[in-house]
């Protein structure tokens, strides 16, 4: 990971610009971190884009109804919520199922 000053950042932007297509680019003030620039293809890969993009009119709607049905599912004990470690053991089988070849 690079690490670039505001000061350098602001008078070498192109240059900025490329090291984070590359990498993430921490940015510092007075020595201390205060922001990162990262690639759009590696934002696209996080939550990033939840909070930036526009919502089709109806996807908060349509969300809140799936996640209360879910809970009501829950909460009949017509599923089960899972811990973090079989979540995360099973999210790996499904990604290795995927890529074949590939470990998660």
Request: without cysteine; hydrophobic residues 40%; glycine residues 6%.
């Amino acid at each position: 990971m690079k690490i670039m000053s505001a000061r350098n950042a602001k008078n070498r932007f192109g240059e900025f610009l490329d090291s984070a297509r590359r990498e993430p680019v921490v940015v510092t003030k007075n020595d201390r971190p205060v922001g990162i620039m990262i690639s759009i293809e590696d934002a696209a890969d996080t939550l990033l884009p939840e909070f930036l993009l526009d919502k089709e009119p109806g996807y908060d709607g349509w969300l809140f109804d799936k996640v209360s049905a879910t809970l009501a599912r829950v909460d009949s004990g017509a599923t089960r919520l899972r811990g973090h470690d079989e979540a995360m053991t099973q999210l790996k089988e499904r990604l290795r199922a995927r890529v074949p070849g590939k470990t998660a």
